[in-house]
């Protein structure tokens, strides 16, 4: 099993849908991260987080620590934010991230 | 103009050939790590380092080798002891326990 899972693998919504991008893991973590990477390769760190929420624009970020879960939510989706979203853990020791497999989405006009 | 590079962003390689990839930061980070990633599997960590004339394997570092001289610079060697390199790698940037800031990407193909 791997350490990070995320869910669902790929994703086609409808343009203005509310998406939620789920990512569980079962290490102890010292912070999550939410990672986009566009069709071209290059990967943008969008949040880290350690608790709580975070909103940044569209996006929310949420992490339950006693839960060992996050979720993504894209609200007003659009086309631009077709990608692969990545979910990843910093270990609880060292500096080494843990990365899920990603999420392909799609968002179609 | 701040940033991480990468070059080149295609690279091939004829079997049985070592080659290097260059890495650069100007982000005055500590950390620099490098990245593996295949179709349809996460990254994985080949090797990463915290500070000058340091690093460490990651979790698939056999068949390649790196040096950290320069807090900026992070070359990878891909040998020929690598037995399945073709992939996209990816090189990436930190301050110890903060986010990490990632390259452009270098894919590399054998021919």
């Known amino acids: 099993k791997n350490e990070v899972e995320q869910s669902p693998q790929n994703l086609t919504a409808q343009e203005g849908e509310f998406i939620t991008i789920n990512c569980s893991y079962s290490v102890g973590i010292s912070a999550l991260h939410w990672l986009q990477q566009h069709p071209g390769g290059g990967i943008v760190s969008l949040f880290m987080?350690?608790?709580g929420k975070k909103k940044h624009g569209r996006l929310i970020a949420t992490i339950n620590i006693q839960e060992k879960h996050s979720s993504l939510h894209i609200t007003a989706s659009h086309p631009r934010d077709s990608a692969v979203y990545i979910c990843?853990?910093?270990?609880?020791?060292?500096?080494?991230?843990?990365f899920g497999a990603g999420t392909i989405l799609r968002v179609k006009s | 103009d701040g940033g991480i590079t990468q070059s080149p962003k295609y690279l091939f390689r004829k079997e049985g050939q070592n080659v290097t990839l260059s890495c650069e930061q100007n982000l005055n980070h500590d950390a620099m790590y490098w990245y593996r990633q295949d179709p349809g599997q996460g990254l994985r960590l080949i090797y990463y380092?915290?500070?000058?004339?340091?690093?460490q394997k990651g979790d698939i570092a056999e068949g390649y080798s790196v040096s950290r001289e320069k807090k900026e610079s992070f070359p990878l060697t891909v040998t020929s002891a690598q037995k399945n390199p073709t992939a996209f790698y990816l090189c990436?940037?930190?301050?110890?326990?903060?986010?990490?800031?990632f390259g452009p990407g270098t894919r590399l193909t054998v021919l």
């Open positions: 990436a940037s930190s301050f110890l326990g903060t986010r990490q800031f």
């Open positions: 990843a853990v910093s270990m609880e020791y060292g500096n080494k991230l843990v």
């Open positions: 987080l350690s608790s």
């Open positions: 380092s915290q500070i000058v004339n340091d690093f």
